[in-house]
């Protein structure tokens, strides 16, 4: 199902972010990542929004990245477990502002709540066979 969302590219202009400080022992449960397989209605939507959302150092969209834990929505507001790639990840901010601005586009949203969890931990495993390719396109090898 995730080949049938449109994702984004890179944006050649993208400028390097700084370190932001933060903490949490928060985690999820269940099996992960979420890819938005078998969403439907406004959920599959949401979804939508959220493989528009790339990282900002690579052409690779958020869900394809397996950083999406969880989505779930509930009156009007769209409420999101994910993690990152790492817990220094400099782009934590920028990622979050992004997700948000797009979330809250899709018509029957009003807010995207963002809770950020850090087990299971992200591994390269969590990344769809779409973002392992688009990786490969960008230029990076994780094949052994």
Known sequence: MSSDYERPRGDPDASACSYTEYETT???????????????????DVWAALYSVEDPEMPVSIVDLGLIYDLDVENEIAHIEMTLTYSGCPAREIIFEEIEHA???VAGIDKAEIRLVWAPDWSMEMVTEQGKEALREFGLSFEQ
């Open 26 to 44: 928060d985690h999820v449960e269940g099996d992960v990542p979420a890819t938005g397989e078998g969403a439907t209605g406004l959920e599959r």
């Open 103 to 105: 979330v809250e586009t």
